[in-house]
């Protein structure tokens, strides 16, 4: 066996007996011989209420990556906004603060440059056209309208400060703290890692009764708990995963357990 194979069995034990832990310690892991041809489940194990019943554990890392990039994209939309409105003079003759908190239909749109330049245009010509010295205002929908922005901002603030040396423009993130961009996220993300667990599925229920698929957090990502982002009851993460052909699917990191699909 590799070393990187050794270490991503390790790492597989390590969850799988953090998940046995907060979900029953008394599970019943079937002994692996060697001998199983792959593909097949990460482990096997029986429930003490269903002895004869075996049941594939298939484990996979969640990481918040795509999270952390939008954020990045974000911050790039602002410079550019910026950019554009300074134009090629480069004069910046407003005093003041630009806050903008982007929701989650930007994400698709500033994937392709033209897109982002066309939004990034539109910004700053509502900056141009809007803002002054003395002005603080927070934009409304109707106004977002008017250039064309409501669909990819939430909320955009214009606080001017005549004694400011400059124009300072900065992106809110307010978003990813919120339901309007973490939360749909982190769903759409792990349904991707259930529909990619899904590839080998059949193969596996060769050797089992039924499948679980357990998605874990990376250490990094610790201390995110979806029953905490989310005001939603697990009955409505089900109707999300229902579709899935794994029986269960739990999300849970070093603390608890979110069951995506019971």
Excluded at 60 to 70: D, G, I, L, M, S
Excluded at 111 to 132: L, P
Excluded at 164 to 169: A, C, M
Aim: glycine share 4%; aromatic share 12%.
């Amino acid at each position: 066996m590799s070393k990187h194979l050794t270490e991503q069995k390790g790492e597989e034990r390590f969850y799988f007996e953090q998940f046995k832990s907060l979900y029953n310690k008394t599970l019943i892991e079937e002994k692996e011989d060697g001998t199983d041809p792959d593909p097949k489940p990460d482990f096997r194990i029986r429930l003490p209420s269903t002895p004869k019943k075996i049941i594939g554990i298939e484990l996979r890392e969640f990481q918040f990556q795509e999270v952390r990039k939008n954020i990045e994209d974000r911050d790039k939309i602002i410079q550019l906004s910026e950019k554009f409105y300074l134009g090629e003079k480069g004069v910046q003759y407003l005093r003041g603060l630009v806050m903008i908190d982007f929701n989650s239909r930007i994400d698709k749109a500033i994937k392709k440059k033209k897109i982002k330049n066309v939004i990034a245009s539109r910004i700053a010509s509502c900056i141009q056209n809007e803002f002054s010295n003395h002005s603080q205002k927070e934009f409304s929908y109707s106004e977002l309208r008017k250039y064309e922005l409501e669909q990819f901002i939430d909320v955009m603030y214009m606080h001017g400060y005549p004694t400011h040396p400059d124009l300072f423009w900065s992106c809110l993130h307010e978003a990813f703290r919120s339901r309007s961009l973490l939360v749909p996220h982190i769903i759409e993300g792990m349904k991707e890692v259930a529909a990619d667990k899904e590839k080998n599925l059949s193969e596996y229920l060769k050797r089992c009764s039924e499948c679980w698929l357990l998605i874990y957090g990376s250490p990094h990502y610790s201390h995110v708990n979806l029953r905490e982002e989310v005001e939603e009851t697990e009955q409505y993460y089900h109707t999300l995963f229902m579709e899935s052909s794994f029986s269960k699917i739990f999300f849970f990191n070093s603390q608890k357990i979110v069951k995506l699909k019971s």
